[in-house]
């Protein structure tokens, strides 16, 4: 949890720091190889977008674990990575892998990217794998960035499309229902924050990026390597919708889930369609 040792944080970003200082980034820290598992299908064809020169200098922004903070790193290998989250328990399991993998010039840091004092005209580039989705004042956040990075310097995130051409989404929200009506999410922040294309142009060009283009990703999302394991992985990430229905409806909403992954059981595992949007952008 937070303490006094924390950084400065917006005030539109307080709650997202209760919930990745809290208990959401403590349960992403003890399943980092899952989640990264999970988009694995991206990763390829982000860090080619991303094409990190040997001497590049990397932000790494919604960091999370570090598993893109040192990729970045291993790229770089006459520049350096930084990697920024809110999470104190990712932020420490990042230092942890990268000091067993010895990589010496990659650094983690506690900030909140949208108040954060970066250098300015510092990076290269900045990339954020699904990280750059939550910011309470996004203008403010992506002037920020952008400030951080040289003239000419790329930014390159990936970040979801809309629900419904999420087949996970959409299927976990309706097994979590059990007939009733969800709440609906918050406008902003939420993983969809970044979804419309025309929203993202104008954000950042806003923020003083320019040649903004975004290409359309489609690649199948990992959850488990069979039924019990993928409910048992999504049920306590998503457990929340859960915490209002008596023990009939939830057992019938877990029941639902595990229909759901039986479904979509592979012999790679637990698999659904996921989109995703990989933008870039250039600072003017």
């Not at 809290?22 to 991303?50: C, I, K, L, P, T």
């Not at 877990?254 to 059981?265: F, G, P, V």
Request: glycine letters at 6%.
């Amino acid at each position: 949890m937070t303490d006094s040792n924390t950084p400065p944080i917006d005030p539109s970003n307080q709650e997202q720091l209760r919930a990745w200082d809290g208990d959401q980034g403590a349960y992403w820290a003890a399943r980092a190889d899952r989640f990264n598992e999970g988009v694995a299908s991206y990763h390829d064809e982000f860090f080619a977008a991303a094409a990190i020169e040997p001497t590049a200098r990397v932000l790494d922004i919604g960091c999370g674990s570090g598993q893109t903070t040192r990729d970045a790193a291993r790229r770089a290998k006459k520049g350096w990575a930084l990697g920024v989250d809110l999470s104190t328990r990712m932020i420490e399991l990042a230092r942890r892998l990268a000091a067993r993998e010895q990589l010496a010039n990659v650094t983690f840091e506690q900030v909140d990217a949208q108040v954060h004092a970066f250098p300015e005209e510092c990076f290269d580039v900045a990339i954020s794998r699904h990280g750059a989705m939550f910011f309470g004042d996004a203008p403010a956040a992506f002037a920020n960035i952008a400030r951080a990075l040289r003239r000419g310097g790329r930014l390159v995130l990936l970040t979801w499309q809309p629900s419904d051409r999420n087949e996970w989404t959409t299927a976990f929200r309706t097994a979590f229902a059990a007939g009733r009506e969800l709440p609906a999410r918050p406008a902003t922040p939420n993983p969809a924050s970044l979804s419309d294309p025309d929203q993202v142009r104008e954000l950042l060009t806003s923020a003083g990026l320019t040649d903004v283009r975004l290409a359309d990703l489609r690649a199948p999302m990992y959850f488990g390597r069979d039924v019990d394991d993928a409910t048992e992985f999504i049920s306590g990430q998503f457990g929340w919708m859960l915490n209002d229905l008596d023990a009939d409806t939830r057992a019938r909403a877990l029941d639902n889930l595990r229909a759901s992954m039986a479904d979509h059981l592979t012999e790679h595992g637990v698999r659904y369609g996921s989109a995703a949007w990989l933008i870039q952008a250039r600072r003017a």
